[in-house]
Every structure is written in C-alpha cells, then in structure tokens.
Nanobody
Framework: HVQLVESGGGSVQPGGSLRLSCTPS????????MAWFRQVPGKEHERVAS??????TPYAESVKGRFTISKGAKNTLYLQMNSLKREDTAMYYC?????????????????RGQGTQVTVSS
C-alpha cells in the first residue's frame, strides 16, 4: 500500500508562483506513474500533469508552458506552478498508480492523496 501527502498549497496573487510537493510512504518502489489532479467544486477532477514510467510528462492544455511536473528522491513528486491565473484555483491532489501511464480519470487511480488547496486571487 502507498500513502500520499501533499503540501505547498496556499493563496497567491495572479501571476504568482507556488510549488506543490507530494511525499509518498509505504511501498513507494511499487509506483510506476504519478500525477497531479485538481478539482473545482461542482466539477470533475482534471488531470493537470503526469509523470509516467518512461519519464514522459503529458500536461493539460490549460497549464502547458506554466506548470512543470518533476520527481525527486524516493518518488517525491513536485508541481511548479508559475504565472498562476484565477482559474487555477482548485484543490490539488497527488495520485499514483502501478500502471506505466497514469489514468485520465481520478477515480481510476489506485492511490490518491487528501489534497492541498490553491487559491489565486488579488
């Protein structure tokens, strides 16, 4: 089993930056892909970016060129978010799976964190 804990959320003005972290514990070396999802109340979860087993990193169109996903030691996952917009306001979730590429749907991912809130406002 794998547990995921997100950190780094907060409030920021439009144009600002935040860096999210996701620290896994448990059987971390069983993980093959990891991803960041986000959800706005009343809407479906959106996959923001994923880090697949072949090191490919697909991004949602809405964040391309602004967000960067990366992975560090012990499968710690990061999301560097620059040029933040009001529409980036959401709860951000870390996810991990045993498959080579992460599913597009949050409900299909094997391991999910509790989320960290990101609010972009002036």
């Amino acid at each position: 089993h794998v547990q995921l804990v997100e950190s780094g959320g907060g409030s920021v003005q439009p144009g600002g930056s935040l860096r999210l972290s996701c620290t896994p514990s448990g059987n971390i070396y069983s993980i093959d892909c990891m991803a960041w999802f986000r959800q706005v109340p009343g809407k479906e979860h959106e996959r923001v970016a994923s880090f697949n087993s072949d090191r490919s990193t697909p991004y949602a169109e809405s964040v391309k060129g602004r967000f960067t996903i990366s992975k560090g030691a012990k499968n710690t996952l990061y999301l560097q978010m620059n040029s933040l917009k009001r529409e980036d306001t959401a709860m951000y979730y870390c996810a991990a799976d045993l498959r080579l590429t992460c599913p597009l749907r949050f409900v299909d991912v094997r391991y999910r964190g509790q989320g960290t809130q990101v609010t972009v406002s002036s």
